[in-house]
């Protein structure tokens, strides 16, 4: 099984470094040095990682062949694919590969179904769940502890305690001020 694990940014200085915004939970061994990736698009690839280190937060990766900052911002926007085993788990017990979430079934903790994971959008703050409801209309989802309160991969659902008006019409009013303007006051 494939799966997206970076994606190649800016090039980094004059020697074929580039910047990659890391999408995965494990770049220790997804992206170590002698990694060979395949890339979408499949004609830039594959990429072995020569060399990776972290630069003001951001992770620097040089691969072998690239070795000017053309070279290197040819590759730019280039997804980075490893071949995993899809029976290997993460080591958490919490965490999930995409994979694994994809097309489960989201309920409310009262059995009450809301609809099927269509996509998982990887955000800087957070992930999101894209949900599509029974009715073709999708719902974001954020994957938080305090809404999703489990993923039940043997049953294929995921359950989730919304706040109001995540997943309904219930939104509270927030203050008093907002109330005074819907009524006039």
């Known amino acids: 099984m494939q799966l997206v694990v970076a994606r190649i940014g800016r090039a980094h200085g004059i ?34 990682i020569e060399t990776g280190r972290v630069h003001s937060g951001r992770l620097l990766l040089r691969f072998e062949g690239v070795r000017d900052r053309n070279g290197a911002e040819a590759l730019r926007n280039t997804l980075l694919i490893a071949e995993i085993d899809p ?14 979430l994809m097309d ?53 659902k995921a359950v989730i305690d919304p706040p109001p008006g995540l997943v309904d019409d219930r939104a509270e009013i927030a203050s008093q001020r907002d109330a005074d303007t819907e009524d006039g006051t």
């Open 87 to 100: 029976d290997v788990l993460p080591e958490e017990p919490d965490e999930y590969y995409d994979h694994q």
């Open 104 to 156: 489960l079934d989201v309920v409310l903790a009262d059995g009450t179904g809301i609809g099927r994971i269509t996509e998982i959008s990887h955000l800087p703050s957070q992930d999101l769940f894209i949900v599509e409801r029974p009715d073709g209309s999708e719902v974001m989802i954020p994957f938080v502890e305090e809404i999703v309160t489990e993923i039940d991969l043997t049953e294929q």
């Open 15 to 48: 020697k074929g470094e580039v910047t990659v915004e890391v999408r995965t939970d494990e770049p220790e061994l997804r992206l170590a040095p002698g990694a060979v990736l395949a890339t979408d698009p499949a004609s830039a690839g594959p990429l072995t």
